[in-house]
């Protein structure tokens, strides 16, 4: 059975930082691109950020640009979203996502879906 499960979500004042971890089982997804969406209460699930099966190419939404960094371990089955300058605005549940077949920012363009994880950022 294939898993992603996310971790490290939590409540953080502006300006924090939080580290998110997105473990993979059921399979290995080394050679496939991975991405976090995010989905704020009322809003719809919004893309944050992508990276390739190598780490050698990424995307970025506008609005994380310069404070989000997407990295992946491949021998770990791990994605990783490290998040710094926390805003209010960044409040969400966020979703670890695998096996993009179509546009890397298209909720659409993937196949495996995480659980999510609460950030919660006060101001």
């Known amino acids: 059975q294939v898993q992603l499960v996310e971790s490290g979500g939590g409540l953080v004042q502006a300006g924090g930082s939080l580290r998110l971890s997105c473990a993979a089982s059921?399979?290995?997804?080394?050679?496939?691109?991975m991405a976090w969406f995010r989905q704020a209460p009322g809003k719809e699930r919004e893309f944050v950020a992508a990276?390739?099966?190598?780490?050698?190419?990424?995307s970025y939404a506008d609005s994380v640009k310069g404070r989000f960094t997407i990295s992946r371990d491949n021998a770990k089955n791990t994605l990783y979203l490290q998040m710094i300058s926390l805003k209010p605005g960044d409040t969400a549940v966020y979703y670890c996502?695998?096996?993009?077949?179509?546009?890397?920012?298209?909720?659409?363009?993937?196949?495996?879906w995480g659980q999510g994880t609460q950030v919660t950022v006060s101001s």
């Open positions: 996502a695998a096996d993009a077949k179509g546009s890397w920012n298209k909720v659409s363009g993937y196949d495996y």
């Open positions: 059921g399979r290995s997804f080394s050679n496939c691109t």
């Open positions: 990276i390739n099966w190598s780490g050698g190419a990424t």
